[in-house]
Nanobody
């Protein structure tokens, strides 16, 4: 299982953009589909989006579709979450996660990062 480390969180204003990165250890990153999740204060963790191991399929929650974009660079063992038109409701700790093989946003995951905090002010 890869070790995952997120970065890129911070404090932004509503309407701003932010890009999160998640770097994975190991040589098998290209075999893992990657997911992004978030957990707001007092709420359960929720699915944000995912990208297939091959990079040719993405999935998004309705709440972020059209504003967030997931991409990956297998040569850098990195998955990205580009967040545009941010809203205060997007404030949360964002986590990346990995699943060997296919992943469409449902089912268990094999590894999790420690999270990075995104705060969107109004």
């Amino acid at each position: 299982q890869p070790q995952l480390v997120e970065s890129g969180g911070g404090l932004v204003q509503a309407g701003d953009s932010l890009r999160l990165s998640c770097v994975a250890s190991g040589r098998t990153f290209r075999s893992y589909s990657m997911g992004w999740f978030r957990q707001a204060p007092g709420k359960e963790r929720e699915f944000v989006g995912a990208i297939k191991w091959s990079g040719d399929r993405t999935y998004y929650a309705d709440s972020v579709r059209g504003r967030f974009t997931i991409s990956r660079d297998n040569a850098k063992n990195t998955v990205y979450l580009q967040m545009d038109s941010l809203k205060p409701d997007d404030t949360a700790v964002y986590y990346c996660a990995a699943r060997l093989g296919d992943y469409d946003g449902t089912g268990p995951l094999d590894a999790w990062g420690q999270g990075t905090l995104v705060t969107v002010s109004s």
